[in-house]
C-alpha cells in the first residue's frame, strides 16, 4: 500500500512554507501528485541558495509525491526578472547546454530516479519551446493574459521606473506556458518555487485555467535571509557552489560551520533530512553548551557528506583540525596543494626559491633572513629558546635545518607561532 506523509506538515516545522493556492494540501493528502521547480540555468553549477529548492523536492519526494525539476533551456536564453535590478546578459545555446548538463548531475544527488511510481525525473523546457514559433505563441498562449494583469506582478512593477525590455516582460508567459505545457502533457497539478516566483507560477495556474477550464495548484516557500540582514549563500569570497571545482569541499564545510547562532537552528530544519524529534534534541544540546557548536557541526557533516561524499567530509574536517584543533604533521601532509592554499587563506604568505634551501637552511635564517615572519634574528632567537615556533606541525629549535624534504607538496612551509599566528612559505 503506498503511504503519503503530510507534505504541508513537513514545510511547516520547517520553517519553510509561504504561500499556497487554497486546496493544495487536501489534494497532496488524497494522492501522489506530481509537482515541479524550475531552475535557472545561468551557472555551470547550483549554489547552496539552489539548496532550498531541492530540499523542497526532497521533502516532496519522501512524502510519496512525484518530483520532476525543469531546467531552463529556453527559459535561459529570456532571463527572469524577478528580484533583479536590471536586464542579465543572455547565454548562447552552447553555454546554456553546458550549464543545464552540469545541472542536472548535482540533481542527481538528492532525488531518487529508480523507486517506482514516484521516481524523480528532469525536463528541459527547451524541448517543447524549441520548434513553437512566435506567431504561434503569441496567438496561442499571449491572447489569455492582459497585459494589465502581467503589469500587476511586481517582477514587472519593480522594474518600470528603470525600463524593461519586452524580452523579460514576456518571461512570466513563457513560464505560464511551462506549468500548462506540463498540466497537459505529463498531468503535474503542482508548481512550487521561492515566494519571490509567485507572480510566475499562479499565472500558470491562470492560463490552465483560462485556455483549458483547467485546475492546477501552486506553493512557494520562504526566501531565506540571515538574520544579519545579509543574503543567504554567499561568503566574502562569493557564491558557495555545490560544485567542488568551484568551492572546495573544505570551504563548502566551513561555510555551514561558520554559521551564526542566530541562524543555525533555521538552517538545519531547513537543510537536515533529520526528523523532528532528533532536530529538536540536538537544539537543545546546542543550548546548554553553545560554545561546542554542535548544531554547526551537525548541519555542516550532513550536508557536505550529501553533496560531496563522506570521504571528502573526512579530508574537510582533517583540514579544518589544522587551524581550528589539535592536529598533527601526518594530518597536514595529507593535505593537496588544492587543500592547503584553502586552510591558509588569508594568512601572511612569504616567497622564497627552493634553491635558498640549499643543503639544509638553518630556521633563524628562514625565520628572519629569507622571508620576514621575524623582525630579526635576535627575536626569532628568543622564539625558539621559548619553544614557540613549529614547521609543518613540529616543534623547531635553532639547531633545525630546512630542506627540500620538508616542502608541503614540494613547494610549502607552514609556520606557526605559538597557538594563533600561521605563515605560509611558498618555495618556487
Not at 527547451?126 to 502581467?150: A, E, P, Q
Amino acid at each position: 500500500m503506498f503511504t503519503l506523509m503530510n507534505f504541508i506538515e513537513e514545510l511547516k516545522w520547517r520553517g519553510m512554507l509561504q504561500d499556497m493556492v487554497p486546496g493544495t494540501e487536501e489534494l497532496l493528502n488524497k494522492e501522489m501528485v506530481t509537482g515541479y521547480i524550475g531552475f535557472d540555468p545561468t551557472a555551470d553549477s547550483l549554489g547552496v541558495g539552489n539548496m532550498v529548492q531541492i530540499m523542497t523536492l526532497l521533502h516532496f519526494q519522501r512524502s510519496g509525491h512525484k518530483p520532476v525539476a525543469l531546467v531552463g533551456g529556453a527559459t535561459g536564453m529570456v532571463g527572469d526578472p524577478s528580484g533583479k535590478s536590471q536586464e542579465r546578459n543572455l547565454l548562447d545555446k552552447e553555454a546554456l547546454t553546458h550549464n543545464l548538463n552540469c545541472q542536472k548531475r548535482q540533481l542527481e544527488k538528492f532525488l531518487n530516479f529508480d523507486c517506482g511510481a514516484n521516481s524523480a525525473e528532469i525536463v528541459n523546457n527547451y524541448d517543447w519551446f524549441k520548434d513553437f514559433g512566435f506567431l504561434d505563441f503569441i496567438r496561442d498562449v499571449g491572447k489569455y493574459l492582459t497585459v494589465n494583469y502581467m503589469l500587476a506582478k511586481d517582477s514587472v512593477k519593480n522594474r518600470l521606473e528603470n525600463g524593461m525590455s519586452f524580452t523579460e516582460f514576456s518571461y512570466q508567459l513563457i513560464q505560464g506556458y511551462d506549468f500548462y505545457y506540463l498540466w497537459k502533457e505529463k498531468g503535474i497539478k503542482l508548481q512550487m518555487g521561492g515566494s519571490d516566483q509567485w507572480g510566475n507560477i499562479v499565472t500558470g495556474t491562470e492560463l490552465i485555467r483560462k485556455k483549458d477550464a483547467g485546475e492546477a495548484y501552486a506553493l512557494t516557500t520562504h526566501l531565506i535571509k540571515k538574520a544579519d540582514g545579509t543574503k543567504f549563500g554567499k561568503s566574502e569570497g562569493g557564491n558557495i557552489w555545490l560544485d567542488a571545482k568551484r568551492t572546495s569541499p573544505y570551504k563548502f564545510y566551513q561555510f555551514w560551520l561558520n554559521a551564526t547562532d542566530a541562524d543555525v537552528e533555521t538552517f538545519i530544519k531547513i537543510f537536515s533530512l533529520k526528523g523532528r524529534e532528533e532536530i529538536e534534541a540536538i537544539i537543545e544540546t546546542h543550548k546548554a553548551d553553545p560554545g561546542l557548536r554542535t548544531l554547526q557541526k551537525a548541519l555542516a557533516e550532513e550536508v557536505t557528506a550529501r553533496v560531496h561524499s563522506t570521504e571528502e567530509l573526512e579530508r574537510a574536517k582533517v583540514a579544518s583540525e589544522i587551524l581550528f584543533g589539535k592536529s598533527t604533521s601526518e594530518a597536514l601532509q595529507s593535505l593537496t596543494e588544492g587543500e592547503i592554499m584553502d586552510v591558509f587563506e588569508g594568512v601572511p604568505v612569504f616567497e622564497m626559491t627552493k634553491s635558498d634551501l640549499g643543503e639544509g637552511l638553518d630556521v633563524i635564517s628562514l625565520l628572519a633572513d629569507k622571508t620576514t615572519i621575524l623582525a630579526s634574528k635576535g627575536e626569532a632567537k628568543r622564539a625558539l629558546q621559548e619553544n614557540s615556533i613549529s614547521i609543518n606541525k613540529e616543534k623547531v629549535t635553532g639547531d633545525t635545518k630546512v630542506t627540500t624534504a620538508n616542502l608541503l607538496n614540494g613547494k610549502y612551509l607552514v609556520v606557526q607561532k605559538g597557538k594563533k599566528n600561521y605563515y605560509l612559505v611558498i618555495a618556487s
